[in-house]
């Protein structure tokens, strides 16, 4: 395995280019400063230095951008969806052999440790395969009998669409909405997150090495409120599908309202982890333990509230309070780390005002509860935490912290256990465990979220839906989900009888 330094070493070169460069706008296949010159810097989360400047591109940009996607959505509409599927395939296969220099760019840009990076881009490649694979049948409707008529459904692209990511696993998720849109037939302006913005550009540069045409993907950086507003206004763009905070889901819905934008988002979480006295609760205490501390927590589905049965609740988060405790946090680099430095010092300093918020609402800090001071670089770094003897109602359970803290909670019984996961703003995922299968059922079907994983962590299973329930979401991805958004369903009816028809006026 590699060590640390080699690793860094490793990184610098793939950094090299942005750093000559910095990272331009890409806009009909060509490398462009932002239209009014001006940058912004990334800085590295380990120690804050400046990693590559990056254009900062405006409402100018973004409608350069969305002229190049209108010009080439006719053409990329049409093609066969066979090719369509073939230079997907290859953009997947240029993912796969370029997966080390995604990995490491990644994990310097967002400061999530490289273990789980260098997996991100395989999963990256993974979601261009599966979705390149449904190209050739995106089209596709069904047949539906009337008594006097039949009907047929059919599907076509909705046009250029804007897509709006987030800086927690900024290629993953890139990947996972660009996929299905241009399987479908759409063209693309793309707007990333301005605290990660590298990995989006490489991925958009792989993609035309590998034959796309240019217009088809277009990359604007710049400013949310500047940038990304923009292009949830601009009329030629048909939807946004956006991933990020609920309140900006709010805020882009009201942009996008004059223009009719049809939407589709992916916002926060609280998402509880219930475990039953009757669990396998050596398996339980893995997955609890994995799907907080690992991404730095910084993730949408981790199960950020722990809901424990009385009998054993402390006994169970003990041990959670003893692996927390034992969890490296250091260099996103270093391949023994967990947990890296958190994104940008305005996040670090969000998640370490909740440990005050913990002790004012009178809950007990078992384990963390600092920053980590002692790691390389002495950048964003938080301990792994986790609070006990909280309730529900207090502000570190029911607001989504985005870190590797976890809020432990007792529940008396079944009942007490669903009232408990359901009363929270979000609804987007919830991980169930326990030995009862006919409690499994009865609880998941009661439980008012998108995704429930009973006796498992978060695997995502490409062809099912993603998404969640009430401040959490608004539509579904995945498989044929995302084709529904990506695309217009057209019906047509044919009569199958002289049936009668009003005469009127004769
Ligand atoms: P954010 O909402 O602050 O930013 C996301 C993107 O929106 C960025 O590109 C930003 O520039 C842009 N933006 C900001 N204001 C805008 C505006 N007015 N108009 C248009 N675009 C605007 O989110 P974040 O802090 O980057 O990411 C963390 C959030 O993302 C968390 O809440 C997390 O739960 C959520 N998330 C959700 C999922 C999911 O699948 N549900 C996945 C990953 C992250």
Not at 62 to 74: G, M, Q, W
Not at 449 to 455: D, E, T
Request: proline share 6%; net charge negative.
């Amino acid at each position: 395995m590699s060590t640390l330094d080699e690793n860094l070493a490793k990184a610098q070169t793939y950094l090299d280019g942005y750093r000559e460069s910095g990272v331009e706008n890409l806009i009909d296949g060509q490398s462009l400063p932002a239209s009014s010159g001006d940058t912004f810097e990334t800085i590295s989360p380990v120690d804050l230095k400046p990693l590559a400047s990056v254009a900062q591109g405006t409402a100018a940009d973004i409608d350069r951008a969305a002229k190049a996607a209108t010009k080439a959505f006719p053409a990329w509409a049409a093609m066969p969806g066979k090719e369509r599927k073939a230079i997907l395939h290859r953009i997947a296969d240029a993912i796969v052999e370029r997966a080390e220099e995604i990995a490491f760019l990644e994990s310097l840009d967002t400061g999530q440790s490289i273990r789980f990076m260098a997996k991100a881009a395989l999963r990256g490649a993974e979601n261009f395969r599966f979705f390149a694979d449904q190209a050739p049948g995106a089209r596709d409707g069904k047949t539906l009998h009337g008594p006097n008529q039949m009907n047929f459904t059919t599907r076509k692209p909705i046009g250029p669409v804007g897509v709006i990511t987030p800086w927690n696993t900024p290629f993953m998720l890139s990947t996972w909405k660009i996929a299905p849109a241009l399987a479908a037939g759409c063209t693309v302006v793309h707007k990333p997150a301005e605290f990660s913005p590298i990995t989006a550009r490489l991925l958009a540069d792989i993609a035309h090495e590998a034959g796309l045409p240019p217009g088809v993907w277009n990359v604007v950086n710049g400013l949310g409120e500047d940038a990304g507003r923009a292009l949830t206004e601009h009329p030629d763009i048909k939807a946004i599908s956006f991933v990020g905070e609920s309140r900006t889901g709010q805020m882009i819905m009201a942009q996008g309202a004059p223009t009719l934008k049809r939407v589709h988002f992916e916002l926060g979480g609280k998402n509880p982890c219930i475990v039953f006295a009757d669990a396998d609760l050596e398996r339980a205490l893995d997955a609890a333990v994995f799907m907080i501390y690992s991404l730095n927590g910084e993730r949408c589905t981790s199960s950020s509230r722990l809901l424990v049965e009385e009998s054993i609740y402390d006994d169970f988060t003990a041990k959670v309070a003893a692996r927390a405790g034992n969890i490296k946090v250091g260099h996103p680099l270093d391949p023994d780390t967990v947990v890296g430095p958190l994104i940008h010092p305005t996040h670090e300093e969000k998640v370490l005002s909740y440990f005050d918020v913990a002790r004012e609402e009178g809950a007990t800090i078992a384990t963390g509860g600092a920053k980590a001071d002692d790691a390389p670089g002495g950048g964003c770094y938080v301990q792994p935490t986790l609070f006990t003897g909280a309730r529900n109602d207090m502000r570190i359970a029911q607001e989504e912290i985005f870190g590797p803290v976890l809020t432990a909670i007792p529940f008396k019984d079944e009942a007490d256990a669903l009232a408990l996961a359901n009363d929270v703003d979000y609804g987007l995922s919830a991980y169930l465990w326990t030995s009862d299968v006919t409690r499994s059922l009865r609880f998941a079907d009661a439980l008012d979220v998108g995704m429930i994983w009973v006796n498992s962590e978060n695997i995502r299973h490409l062809p099912s839906p993603f998404g969640g329930t009430k401040a959490s979401g608004i539509g579904r991805d995945g498989g044929d989900y995302s084709f529904d958004f990506y695309m217009e369903t057209k019906n047509v009816a044919i009569a199958t009888s002289d049936h009668k028809i009003p005469k009127l006026g004769g």
